[in-house]
């Protein structure tokens, strides 16, 4: 994929951007690329129903409701947020999902039932993770990261540094192995859009380990690889402030490339203000752009 260039200066380091946001299927993301390796596995094993689990903004929730929706699958939602309205929720209900409400406490209760509940319906049932958690969703990243290294070649270019929003660890993990896979140099700087230290890089760290260990894989996490930034959350998952809106009204403004206060937007605002506080200069940086294209239009009346 060509989706890999160079923007403008920032901080006077050369800034690219990867817009994993244009992947060509319901307005992509990183949950786009995560999401086709889970279904080659549902229609390579004749599964025929998917149940998966997210918020009322999951971006992931919107793709595996799509990805359902044009295979002809059934799928059901698990989710914890029945009264918020999103464009992420509103796409879910045009594709016909099933929406299951319960309590945090009850998720994993939930979910085993719904499993059990579609069998007794004499269907096959396959689970998705929240976010696309797990060995096929890092998978796709170490993809990515392959792709990253092409364009390195073919335009004789190293970044030193790649930044990315991180949520649930797995595209971190994915892009991490790829590097040490690879024996690449580079660092990979995660901004946390919500998991503190030291559970969010312990999962990270957790999720590669489960990957050389599925895939018997001859390499060794040096765990300093794995740089997890938790300085930028502010009060938590999806809570912003007034930087990152005008972070988001440049970038849309200057680029035309959307970002979303939830995501992308607070890593880029996260990613300036690390730029700034380790005196990054004179360096190549790239930016992955994960996507969540919808929640940028969830908060346009703020963008005044
Ligand atoms: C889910 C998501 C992330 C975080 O990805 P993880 O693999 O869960 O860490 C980043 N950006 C966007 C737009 C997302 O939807």
């Known amino acids: 994929m060509d989706n890999i260039y160079f923007v403008d200066f920032i901080n006077n380091n050369n800034f690219y951007i990867m817009r994993d946001d244009l992947i060509p299927f319901s307005f992509g993301g990183n949950k786009a690329r995560k999401a086709y390796n889970f279904f080659n596995d549902i229609i390579e094993n004749n599964y025929n129903y998917v149940i998966t689990y997210g918020s009322a903004s999951s971006n992931h929730c919107r793709i595996i409701a799509n990805l359902a929706k044009k295979y002809g699958f059934p799928c059901t939602i698990i989710s914890t947020e029945k009264e918020k309205e999103t464009a992420n929720k509103k796409l879910c209900e045009l594709f016909g999902v099933e929406f299951i409400y319960c309590n945090v406490d009850e998720v994993k209760d939930t979910i085993k039932k719904q499993v059990e509940l579609k069998k007794s319906l004499s269907y096959k049932p396959y689970f998705i993770q ?9 998978k796709a ?3 990515a990261y392959n792709e990253i290294l092409d364009y390195e070649k073919q335009n004789d270019i190293k970044f030193d540094y790649i930044f990315h929003a991180t949520g649930t660890g797995t595209t971190q993990a994915g ?25 969010g890089k312990d999962v990270v760290v957790e999720s590669i380990n489960d990957y050389i260990k599925d895939n018997k894989l001859d390499v060794v996490l040096n765990e300093d690889d794995v740089i997890f930034n938790d300085e930028y959350i502010l009060d938590g998952y999806s809570k912003y402030n007034k930087e990152i809106l005008e972070k988001i009204k440049y970038m849309m403004n200057n680029y035309g490339i959307p970002l979303d206060t939830t995501y ?4 880029f605002w996260g990613m300036t203000e690390y730029l700034n506080k380790e005196k990054i200069q004179n360096k190549n940086i790239l930016f992955i752009h994960t996507g969540g294209t919808p929640l940028f239009f969830d908060i346009l009346k ?3």
Do not use: M
Not at 264 to 267: E, L, P
């Open 130 to 138: 929240g976010g696309g958690h797990g060995n096929l969703g890092t």
């Open 175 to 199: 892009l991490v192995l790829g590097k040490i896979i690879n024996k690449a140099t580079g660092k990979i700087v995660g901004i946390s859009v919500a998991r503190k230290l030291p559970r």
């Open 264 to 267: 992308t937007g607070k890593a």
């Open 141 to 143: 990243y170490i993809d």
């Open 302 to 304: 703020e963008l005044d």
